[in-house]
T-cell receptor, first 113, second 112 residues
Framework: DTAVSQTPKYLVTQMGNDKSIKCEQN?????MYWYKQDSKKFLKIMFS???????INETVPNRFSPKSPDKAHLNLHINSLELGDSAVYFC????????????FGDGTRLSIL | QKEVEQNSGPLSVPEGAIASLNCTYS??????FFWYRQYSGKSPELIMS????GDKEDGRFTAQLNKASQYVSLLIRDSQPSDSATYLC????????????FGTGTQLKVEL
């Protein structure tokens, strides 16, 4: 069973479109995260939710809106996609927000045409 | 100074040798440190976590932590070609909500 699963795995779309990425974890973890890995492979946190509450919101354009319907799910909606949004987006989860190791999903490769 | 620094490499070692990967961090109050392995096109995979000064061994991997020097390292003994990957050092910084902050990664190549 996949512990942290993301859909879709690949997303190719036009500039200006709106798209969503879904993430689910079956580990019973309280905390979930979204990361962006750019073309230089640098992995940077975007958002973190603990028990459905937003606890980390890095300097991310407000075109990006996370939503956590329950603690097992964290989705990412992106409005008005731009070329610079092309990257791999990783979802992760941890037991709680207090220094626990994080486990990553397989990633969603977003390409903007 | 970057919050978490690693040499980007590539670090090339012959098969069977010890690979030594190094990482320094800027936040003196950090208490949690992790090493992730990332194969090309794949997600980061946790291989070691360390919280106390000293060495922690798990199979062929040894993590070493020196909080006074703000230094964490990963040793891979008996390196295999399958160890060829990018190794990411990650540190939970004490300010700003316990963010896990990654270094840029060191690319390791194990040659036959």
């Amino acid at each position: 069973d996949t512990a942290v699963s993301q859909t879709p795995k690949y997303l190719v779309t036009q500039m200006g479109n709106d798209k969503s990425i879904k993430c689910e974890q079956n580990l019973g973890h309280d905390t979930m995260y979204w990361y962006k890995q750019d073309s230089k492979k640098f992995l940077k946190i975007m958002f973190s939710y603990n028990n459905k509450e937003l606890i980390i919101n890095e300097t991310v354009p407000n075109r990006f809106s996370p939503k956590s319907p329950d603690k097992a799910h964290l989705n990412l909606h992106i409005n008005s996609l731009e070329l610079g949004d092309s990257a791999v987006y990783f979802c992760a989860s941890s037991q709680d927000w207090n220094n626990q190791p994080q486990h990553f999903g397989d990633g969603t490769r977003l390409s903007i045409l | 100074q970057k919050e978490v620094e690693q040499n980007s490499g590539p670090l090339s070692v012959p098969e069977g040798a010890i690979a030594s990967l190094n990482c320094t961090y800027s936040d003196r109050g950090s208490q949690s440190f992790f090493w992730y392995r990332q194969y090309s096109g794949k997600s980061p995979e946790l291989i070691m976590s360390i919280y106390s000064n000293g060495d922690k061994e798990d199979g062929r991997f040894t993590a070493q932590l020196n909080k006074a020097s703000q230094y964490v390292s990963l040793l891979i003994r008996d390196s295999q070609p399958s160890d060829s990957a990018t190794y990411l050092c990650a540190v939970i910084l004490t300010g700003g909500g316990n963010k896990l902050t990654f270094g840029t990664g060191t690319q390791l190549k194990v040659e036959l």
